[in-house]
């Protein structure tokens, strides 16, 4: 089986646009499911709903991927699991190092959803000596000292970074000066890296705080509502109903009057 070094995904040279790649592990994740009750195929509606978006939207994302569907008929699943997951590059092995077994590392490292999805944590890497050798999930941690050595013998590609934030930028360095070209950032900063590295950052209390905002706002909306006055009467001589055939000032005045 190739590895994660020899092998890159096709997507950038054939010009899908970085949306829909954010968009296709949605739609993988959606037709796994399919697949796993035995369900032959799919309408872009059914899948579209399955995966958080629009039907026009989804159709035009395979369009990229040269997958029409047949009309009446819908989407073969099989067949679209193969395609997005070798477009996505999963029917390759990725080996991973994880550095940083703190809570969060090790949580990570115990994650079954790495292997299934094409991924293999190669390398637990941790810069306390108090953790070499101990077993995380199975896998014996690493000294950060042989951090060069492990991406060299391993030919890593994909470095996961799980460190405080305070020592993620010097990781960072080391696993680019050492050939990783791909880092998930879990630690709480912004890291710089040169051209040619993709970054993808993970923050759960930015993603907190955002659904914060959102309870808050939510919670304004209902205070408000409760407070609101309630629209007074208006004056009698204005009073009438359409049944009346009275006028008002401005002309007829509906039966009921508009909040």
Not at 150 to 178: F, H, K, M, N, Y
Request: with cysteine.
């Amino acid at each position: 089986m190739a590895t994660g070094r020899t092998h890159r995904p096709a997507t950038r040279s054939r010009g899908i646009p970085e949306a829909t790649v954010a968009r296709l592990p949605l739609y993988l994740r959606a037709l796994t499911a399919l697949s796993e009750r035995s369900v032959p195929t799919v309408s872009s509606e059914e899948l579209a709903a399955a995966a958080g978006v629009n039907s026009a939207k989804l159709r035009k994302d395979f369009s990229y991927l040269g997958s029409y569907g047949t009309r009446g008929v819908g989407y073969d699943v099989e067949y679209l699991v193969y395609q997005i997951s070798r477009e996505l590059g999963l029917t390759q092995d990725w080996p991973v190092v994880i550095v940083g077994i703190g809570n969060l590392g090790a949580a990570l490292a115990g994650y079954g959803g790495f292997a299934s999805r094409g991924f293999r944590v190669a390398a637990l890497i941790d810069a306390d000596p108090a953790m070499t050798g101990k077993p995380v999930a199975g896998i014996p941690v690493q000294h950060s000292d042989d951090l060069e050595k492990i991406i060299a013998e391993d030919g890593v590609s994909i470095g996961v970074i799980a460190t405080p934030a305070g020592v993620a930028q010097a990781v960072c360095d080391r696993l680019v000066a050492a050939g990783v070209t791909s880092i998930l950032n879990f630690a709480p900063t912004v890291l710089s890296v040169p051209d040619g590295v993709d970054v993808r950052k993970v923050d759960l209390s930015i993603e907190l705080q955002i659904l914060a905002f959102h309870e808050q706002r939510k919670a304004g909306e209902e205070s408000a509502d409760e407070t609101a006055p309630q629209a007074a009467a208006p004056p009698a001589a204005t009073r009438t109903t359409a049944a009346s055939g009275r006028k008002g000032p401005d002309g007829d005045v509906p039966a009921v009057m508009p909040a």
